[in-house]
């Protein structure tokens, strides 16, 4: 299985402020990559796909970029609604994979 | 509008069976894969299986971790999406999600979950 590192865990940022979310896959997963954005008791929204195309309806403040093993999210002026916790997924090659996650708090 | 409601959680003993059912509606359901991911409380989604589309035959792939104990199967008269689950353990206590996929990748739409407790 193709295991996805991602970090951090945990992020405290403020208002309008920009953050950065990592995920490592453990081999090329050719921009098979999907952010996930998941608030308690919800189940996730999709924001980003193939690494970096912007899912419909999603705020452009979000964005994705990436190749090969490593990719990012950044997330620019941060909203108050953008306190969640945020996954990413690889799917490049079955079991498709999900990262362990980062819990966004919003000061 | 697109939705998905699962329906059939709640607490098993182990070594139990249940059946999960996915309702779907607002979309055209044999255009789309369907998956079923589960998520312990606090921890991240674990991709289960899909059974493909019309057009690829309703074919099923399955992740090797539930492999021979679940099985997807869908009834497109119906729109309705099931997931079998046999031999259940404690480590399956999750909330089930039923998601849609245009094809074998990311799922861009769903449901709201249901909760499945194995425990004597």
Redesign the interface.
């Known amino acids: 299985d193709i295991q996805m590192t991602q970090s951090p865990a945990s992020l405290s940022a403020s208002l309008g402020e920009t953050v950065s979310i990592e995920c490592l896959a453990s081999e090329d997963i050719y921009n098979?990559l999907?952010w996930y954005q998941q608030k308690p008791g919800?189940?996730?929204?999709?924001l980003i796909?193939?690494a970096s195309s912007l899912?419909d309806g999603v705020p452009s403040r979000f964005s994705g970029s990436g190749s090969g093993t490593q990719y990012s999210l950044k997330i620019n002026s941060l909203e108050s609604e953008d306190a969640a916790t945020y996954?990413c997924?690889q799917?490049s090659e079955?079991?498709?994979?999900?990262?362990?996650?980062t819990k966004l708090e919003i000061k | 509008e697109v939705k998905l409601l699962e329906s059939g959680g709640g607490l098993v003993q182990p070594g139990g069976s249940m059946r999960l059912s996915c309702a779907a509606s607002g979309f055209t359901f044999t255009d789309f894969y369907m998956n079923w991911i589960r998520q312990p409380a606090g921890?991240?989604?674990?991709?289960l299986g899909f059974i493909r589309n019309k057009a690829n035959g309703y074919t099923t792939?399955?992740?090797?971790?539930v492999k021979g104990r679940f099985t997807i199967s869908r009834d497109n008269t119906q729109n309705m999406l099931y997931l079998q689950m046999n031999t259940l353990r404690a480590e399956d206590t999750a909330t089930y999600?039923c998601?849609r996929s245009k094809s074998?990748?990311?799922?861009?739409?769903?449901?709201?979950?249901t909760m499945v407790t194995v425990s004597s």
Do not use: C, R
């Open positions: 098979n999907a919800k189940s996730p929204q999709l796909y193939y899912q996954f997924l799917d079955y079991p498709f994979t999900f990262g362990s996650g | 921890k991240a989604p674990e991709w792939e399955y992740n090797p971790s999600y998601a074998d990748w990311y799922f861009d739409f769903w449901g709201p979950g």
